[in-house]
């Protein structure tokens, strides 16, 4: 299963990038948005590949804690981002991709996957649509501080 949002911001791929490598601790992760509660980089930089990181957020009125490693960067273009062992089983690997459109402006784009039959994905369906809200609500914001951010 894939859950995909996209937005177009008027911007280019350089400071959508730059403002992503900026979330280096819990302000500017609430900065991105509300339902953000924690994020602290545990090794490296922020999403640099190898980098592992720690956050807590607010999905369908719910806090969830994770971690994540970031398996591949390719600078203002693609973050690709996994939980470690064993729930990347389940989950095995969400991405944002900035893709160019034309000049000062782009496609953000977030997926995240999920192996889950259909009993699964009915059970948990109010999960999935806060899931889809979260991404939706994120690219929205994300949108509104970049094109405003002076970086």
């Given at each position: 299963m894939t859950i995909t949002d996209?937005?177009?911001?008027?911007?280019?791929?350089?400071?959508?990038?730059?403002?992503?490598?900026?979330?280096?601790?819990?302000?500017?992760y609430k900065a991105w948005h509300p339902d953000h509660v924690v994020m602290r980089w545990i090794k490296g930089e922020p999403f640099a590949e190898g980098s592992k990181a720690y956050f807590e957020e607010y999905l369908h009125g719910k806090i969830h804690k994770a971690k994540f490693i970031c398996t591949k960067v390719v600078p203002n273009r693609l973050i690709q981002y996994r939980p470690p062992f064993p729930l990347s089983i389940i989950f095995p690997g969400n991405q944002f991709i900035i893709d160019p459109i034309d000049e000062g402006n782009c496609i953000f784009t977030a997926t995240v996957r999920a192996r889950m039959g259909p009993l699964v994905k009915r059970l948990n369906k109010r999960q999935l649509e806060g899931v889809k809200k979260h991404m939706k609500e994120e690219g929205e914001n994300l949108k509104a501080v970049v094109e405003d951010w002076e970086n």
């Amino acid at each position: 299963m894939t859950i995909t949002d996209s937005i177009k911001i008027k911007a280019p791929p350089e400071k959508i990038f730059n403002f992503l490598i900026s979330l280096k601790d819990t302000e500017s992760y609430k900065a991105w948005h509300p339902d953000h509660v924690v994020m602290r980089w545990i090794k490296g930089e922020p999403f640099a590949e190898g980098s592992k990181a720690y956050f807590e957020e607010y999905l369908h009125g719910k806090i969830h804690k994770a971690k994540f490693i970031c398996t591949k960067v390719v600078p203002n273009r693609l973050i690709q981002y996994r939980p470690p062992f064993p729930l990347s089983i389940i989950f095995p690997g969400n991405q944002f991709i900035i893709d160019p459109i034309d000049e000062g402006n782009c496609i953000f784009t977030a997926t995240v996957r999920a192996r889950m039959g259909p009993l699964v994905k009915r059970l948990n369906k109010r999960q999935l649509e806060g899931v889809k809200k979260h991404m939706k609500e994120e690219g929205e914001n994300l949108k509104a501080v970049v094109e405003d951010w002076e970086n």
